[in-house]
């Protein structure tokens, strides 16, 4: 479906950094897939994504986890990645990602990504304003309740949410 991502890939040097996997090329390979997953379900390239106004839509990530059972550097160079991922959204302008990395002996990756749509306040601004796309299909699957990952964002955003929790550890 075009709600589903999966690829196979090698990692050569554009993807290294040093001597393990380079973690800005895990974060823009997992927001082009993100990217790719949104266009494919609301059935439009990007450079065609608009509000009901007319107004140019940008995805803007405003959440961003990476998990993993194993430190980047014991991802080494040759090895494949097996890459699966889904999209949800929530409404019309909240989506969220899920993408799961394996490697050789059992090495893995999860990263969730979430976005929100946006416009510029006004030309020549850089202010973002909320909004929404208006396109005639939208086959991203809806789910009835805000997601966990997108209700910390929202409480954080409120400052009703003064921590995060994560395997052992705590972001204050």
């Not at 409404?91 to 090495?107: E, P, R, T, V, W």
């Amino acid at each position: 479906s075009n709600t589903n991502f999966e690829e196979q890939i090698r990692i050569d040097m554009p993807q290294m950094a040093i001597e393990g996997l380079s973690e800005n090329w895990l974060f823009k390979q997992l927001g082009d897939y993100h990217w790719r997953l949104l266009c494919s379900g609301l059935n439009t390239n990007s450079s065609d994504l608009f509000d009901e106004l007319g107004n140019r839509l940008y995805a803007t990530f405003v959440r961003f986890r990476i998990k993993s059972n194993k430190s980047l550097f014991d991802f080494k160079e040759n090895e494949h990645l097996d890459i699966k991922g889904t999209i949800k959204r929530y409404g019309n302008s909240m989506y969220f990602s899920n993408f799961i990395l394996n490697g050789a002996d059992g090495k893995f990756i999860t990263a969730d990504l979430m976005t929100s749509f946006s416009v510029r306040k006004s030309t020549g601004t850089n202010q973002l304003v909320k909004s929404q796309p208006n396109v005639p299909i939208n086959s991203i699957r809806n789910v009835a309740t805000l997601p966990d990952f997108g209700n910390e964002y929202r409480l954080i955003k409120k400052q009703q949410l003064k921590m995060i929790r994560t395997e052992e550890y705590i972001f204050e």
